[in-house]
């Protein structure tokens, strides 16, 4: 069996102190498979996030431990956990994260210029990770003069430019109108059938639901459920109808009144 891109095994994380202090995950564990697009939803609050963090090694658990590109970060320092993040994760972000007095270029290459790959190659991985996502011809807008969608796409390209095992997402369409949300997450979809690579979008949209491959669940800091996308679909499609039908009978019931 193929060893997970990533994994989270039993990962408690606390946050805040004293009387303040909650249990943000209580005992996750989660793993990123290659060639696969997660979709993990829950509501606000829930730990979606706190758990994208994790995963990412930009947070440590209080108990648990995060496995990554073979090895657990168990003990490991904030440069070693820095060194794993720059050489494995891609990070998606709302908010896009963009440098405004950056062209659409130069935000993807500060991604390699962080890695310490100032080659002349790094010229033409720009070039390449901007044309995967559409944007060759933007190359030299800055992100003020480019869409929201535009702007996300970049995102994108600035996360995979390093050829990361992992790309995490944190409601990367959050900001978007659907048009522009439907090309953002056809994008991660098709990004994540590369089997060398793990797609993790958090979102709570129900929308997006389609593009998962795998959906899973959390609520209150706790994975609540699974399933595959197809069947998360169905559920939802279900529901929509359950309610249809609920919304009718009641009209219905009213003009009998």
């Known amino acids: 069996m193929t060893e ?20 943000a995950l209580k005992g996750v564990s989660l793993a990123l498979n290659g060639g696969e697009l997660t979709l993990l939803m829950g509501p606000s609050g829930s730990g979606k996030t706190t758990l994208l963090s994790i995963l990412g090694c930009m947070l440590t658990p209080t108990r648990g431990s995060v496995r990554m590109g073979g090895r657990s970060t168990e003990g490991v320092g904030p440069e070693e956990l820095a060194k794993l993040r720059r050489e494995h994760v891609g990070f998606v972000f709302q908010s896009y994260h963009l440098f405004p ?44 003069e480019l869409s929201g969608g535009e702007q996300q796409r970049v995102a994108i390209a600035r996360a995979i430019v390093g050829q990361p095992s992992a790309v995490l997402a944190d409601e990367p369409t959050a900001s978007l109108d659907g048009e522009n949300g439907n090309a953002v997450m056809t994008l991660l979809a098709e990004i994540a059938k590369d089997r060398s690579r793990g797609v993790l979008v958090v979102a709570h949209d129900p929308r997006i639901l389609r593009f998962a491959d ?7 800091g706790s994975i609540v459920r699974e399933e595959r996308g197809g069947a998360a679909v169905k559920a939802v499609k279900k529901d929509e109808g359950d309610c249809a039908i609920h919304d009718h009978a009641e009209k219905h019931d009213g003009v009998q009144e």
């Open 4 to 23: 997970p891109i990533v994994e989270a095994l039993d990962v408690v994380k606390l946050l805040g102190k004293g009387a303040a202090q909650v249990q």
């Open 101 to 144: 007095t950056l062209t659409a270029a130069d935000n993807v290459r500060l991604a390699l210029d962080v890695r310490g790959d100032n080659s002349a190659r790094a010229i033409a991985k720009t070039k390449d990770a901007l044309a995967i996502v559409g944007l060759a011809h933007k190359a030299e807008a800055f992100p003020l």
């Open 214 to 220: 795998r959906v899973v669940h959390i609520e209150d």
